[in-house]
């Protein structure tokens, strides 16, 4: 009977998106508000620019069509890797109008990352910007094409003849008419992001486009946004925050976003006042990097973030609210109200539209001031992401029996029912925005074959909540440079934010009663990171 109440469920929010895709989102904006400015441009040196809803779907249109021509077709994977700038949001939107399948990747990712992504996805093409064109070139062999910019997020750049690439400008010219007509279908496949997991390689999260609708509609109206609102972009739209929160909300109710390569303290204050800014996704490093600023009369009316922080709101006189939420449920399965906030540092209550649990270990519900492991569930291919993309054994391992996805994540239950952000229990570390799996920095120390075994955890750091630190048991004989061969090695094979501050020689790991390596007491031997 549960089975078969689950299943009405799910064909009822199935059907509640069908003749929904991204497509037919934008086209509802630019049919209506055709000059409005969907996002505005600013970057770091030079003018800035404003893309209308209409201008987007045009030049989106023409970049589909042209990759059309270049034989990419519905259900191809595309590589986007690039820093935030007009061509990601265009090159996003064109994925969407073709059918393609957009993976967005994290720019900080080095060339094992990108070989990975590529082989995983099969993907036929990437585009990017001139600084990432030549490791791509390298490690992703099987392209048909690379397509690159003529700059850096708005700083001219040269392309060097011996890539081969194709001007992204030119994938700008001539019309749409060769695109194919694509009827609306939310169950096609929207996009890919790589996520953090436990095991060595991360996870490629596979979004439908009812997933993209819903992420859209759902976090407008956590946020209450209205069709005069305007945010400010800073955050990388690789990711699911800047992609889910902010920009696809914002098409929801025809907002404007206004885009920054990445966050600037100093230009922070003055773009909001210029465009009177009326929100903001955020995240502490931003917020901590403005504090000692004057804070202007503004028009913000809310910030969201972590966790709703009384102390930010005296500071800069904003409401914010506090939400949690993961690639894999597109927008915030738990959160805030605005009228409503509840006790300072929580992340909110279970939002409407899923279902929450807290477990005990042993399964059973945690009850008020107690900390338990958070499992949430919602319609796959919808509320939640549609699967991880050749993974079987992930997939199992990351739903119960009756659909609950185990987020890995420890959550405590204030005393009148507010959650409060716990830990991560999959041995994951939080660098900044980043989510890291500790295991694939072990793995990555561990193929140099100079360790007998490594262990890595994080250390408290006043800006990035914590940076990854390594203890290892070196192999003998003991080399006095093996520190610095741990991290040239590291540099070399994983993104900045995964490599280790800091490698530290010990003669044993600290273990608990079953062996496993005791990394609360490795935590405990470090102070808080000091630059």
């Not at 991360?202 to 109206?221: D, F, R």
């Not at 230009?267 to 006042?273: K, Q």
């Not at 004989?477 to 040239?488: A, T, Y």
Request: charged content about 25%; overall charge negative; glycine content about 6%.
């Amino acid at each position: 009977m549960l089975n078969d109440l689950n299943d009405q469920i799910s064909e009822s929010r199935y059907r509640a998106l069908e003749g929904m895709d991204i497509p037919w989102l934008l086209n509802e904006w630019a049919t209506r508000t055709p000059d409005k400015p969907f996002f505005i441009w600013e970057p770091f040196s030079g003018d800035a620019e404003s893309f209308s809803f209409q201008r987007v779907q045009t030049e989106a249109r023409r970049i589909a069509a042209n990759l059309f021509e270049r034989g990419v077709r519905a259900g191809d994977f595309v590589i986007i890797h690039m820093e935030n700038s007009p061509e990601f949001i265009l090159s996003w939107f064109a994925c969407a109008e073709l059918g393609a399948v957009a993976v967005s990747t994290n720019t900080r990712c080095v060339a094992r990352d990108l070989e990975y992504f590529a082989e995983h996805t099969d993907a036929v093409c990437a585009l990017t910007q001139p600084a990432y064109a030549g490791m791509i070139k390298g490690a992703c062999r099987d392209l048909k094409f690379l397509a690159v910019t003529d700059n850096d997020w708005g700083e001219t750049a040269e392309r060097d003849p011996a890539w081969d690439a194709v001007a992204f400008e030119s994938l700008l010219e001539g019309g749409s008419s060769s695109l194919p007509d694509r009827p609306p279908n939310s169950q096609a496949n929207l996009s890919v992001q790589f996520t953090s997991g436990t095991t060595s390689r991360p996870k490629a999260v596979l979004w439908t486009h009812a997933n993209g609708i819903w992420a859209a509609k759902i976090s407008a109206v956590h946020m209450r946004l209205v069709h005069e609102d305007r945010t400010l972009v800073y955050m990388p739209l690789f990711h699911t925050n800047a992609q889910g929160y902010s920009m696809l909300s914002s098409l929801w109710v025809g907002g404007t976003l206004v885009v920054q390569p990445k966050f600037s303290a100093s230009r922070f204050w003055p773009l909001s006042l210029k465009y009177d800014l009326t929100w903001q996704s955020t995240i502490p490093f931003a917020f901590k990097a403005i504090m000692d600023q004057p804070v202007p009369t503004h028009s913000y009316r809310f910030w969201g973030t972590a966790a709703r922080i009384e102390e930010v709101e005296r500071h800069f006189k904003v409401k914010t609210i506090g939400w949690w939420g993961m690639t894999e449920t597109l927008t915030q399965g738990i959160v805030t109200d605005v009228d409503h906030p509840g006790p300072s540092g929580t992340i909110g209550r279970a939002a409407p539209e899923y279902e929450i649990e807290i477990r005990r270990e042993d399964g059973s519900l945690a009850e008020p001031d107690e900390r338990g492991l958070l499992f949430i569930r919602g319609v796959r291919g919808v509320s939640l992401f549609k699967e991880y993309y050749r993974n079987d054994e992930a997939n199992a391992k990351a739903f119960d029996e009756n659909g609950w996805f185990d987020t890995g994540d420890l959550v405590r239950i204030g005393e009148t029912g507010d959650l409060f952000f716990s830990d991560r229990d999959k041995d994951m570390l939080k660098v900044g925005a980043e989510n890291v799996a500790a295991s694939e920095i072990e793995t990555v120390i561990n193929l140099t074959g100079l360790v007998e075994e490594c262990a890595v955890v994080g250390q408290k750091h006043p800006m990035l909540d914590e940076v990854p630190v390594a203890f290892v048991i070196p192999k003998e004989p003991v080399d006095e440079s093996l520190e610095g061969k741990l991290i040239d090695w590291c540099k070399e094979n994983l993104a900045d934010f995964k490599v280790p501050r800091a490698v530290h020689i010990v003669e044993e790991l600290p273990r608990s009663t079953l062996e496993k390596v005791a990394k609360n007491e490795l935590r405990a031997r470090l102070p808080e990171f000091a630059e």
